[in-house]
């Protein structure tokens, strides 16, 4: 996977150690380059329509993006799944969801399970909550 529209590197933050200098906690922290897929999973994720064209995809015909709803991946709650989703009165997978999304709020193009696309924006989501420890079915 390549980004289409990716004019400049997305980066994301790593914390590498801590240790404490002349009674000072001195954390390293270094700019790591973000895995291809995430950036393409980063780009659809916030509506880059080179991107969805590039790949194909038509995430939304009604203008909206994931982001709109969902900033930064806010309110996902990705470390719950699987859970019983009411909305489709039966248990999800966090890829269920993302097709949910796609397809009745925003009337797009359903994903197929195994798509890279639905695995891109599943990374992205997941990326946005790293160290959030996992509760299955809680929420």
């Not at 906690?25 to 991107?51: K, M, N, Q, R, S």
Request: aromatic share 10%; with cysteine; net charge positive.
């Amino acid at each position: 996977m390549t980004p289409a529209g990716a004019g400049a590197r997305r980066f994301y933050y790593r914390k590498v150690k801590s240790r404490v200098v002349m009674g000072l906690a001195v954390v390293a922290t270094v700019l790591t380059p973000a895995p291809l897929f995430l950036i393409v999973g980063d780009l659809l994720f916030h509506g880059d329509a080179a991107t969805a064209k590039k790949y194909g995809v038509t995430l939304s015909k009604t203008g909206m993006a994931c982001a709109m709803c969902h900033p930064m991946a806010s309110d996902t709650h990705p470390y719950e799944y699987p859970k019983f989703q009411e909305e489709t009165s039966k248990f999800a997978t966090l890829r269920d969801m993302i097709n949910w999304c796609i397809e009745p709020p925003v009337k797009g193009k359903l994903l197929a399970p195994d798509d890279e696309k639905l695995r891109a924006l599943e990374a992205y989501i997941l990326a946005q909550r790293n160290g959030v420890p996992l509760a299955y079915g809680k929420h």
